[in-house]
Nanobody, 114 residues
Framework: VQLQASGGGLVQPGGSLRLSCTASESIFSINYMAWFRQAPGKKRELVASITPFGVIDYADSVKGRFTISNNEVERAVYLQMNSLKPEDTAVYYC?????????WGQGTQVTVSS
């Protein structure tokens, strides 16, 4: 199973981006789907997560600005990012954690700069 992430790019402060992550095959027994990010020189951090039961969690730094969602039919997880700030600049990774395996996407660069 491969995860394909897309939607990153260069955006001005205050702008929006929508990240998408699609699995090449169905994944069963999912614990959660999530987005992480890693900025240069920093550790990878959890941005947002969603469980199959709809329990959602956000990092404090993105609450009120980012929205995670998923679509089981499309085997996808999304991250809507609004009111972007320069400190949101990072490589964003999608992650699907299942009972059998922990899947990661290849990462998509998000750069917030004027």
């Amino acid at each position: 199973v491969q995860l394909q992430a897309s939607g990153g790019g260069l955006v001005q402060p205050g702008g929006s981006l929508r990240l998408s992550c699609t699995a090449s095959e169905s994944i069963f027994s999912i614990n959660y789907m999530a987005w992480f990010r890693q900025a240069p020189g920093k550790k990878r951090e959890l941005v947002a997560s969603i469980t199959p039961f709809g329990v959602i969690d956000y990092a404090d730094s993105v609450k009120g600005r980012f929205t995670i969602s998923n679509n089981e039919v499309e085997r996808a997880v999304y991250l809507q990012m609004n009111s972007l700030k320069p400190e949101d600049t990072a490589v964003y990774y999608c992650n699907i954690d299942s009972v059998m395996y922990d899947y990661w996407g290849q990462g998509t660069q998000v750069t917030v700069s004027s």
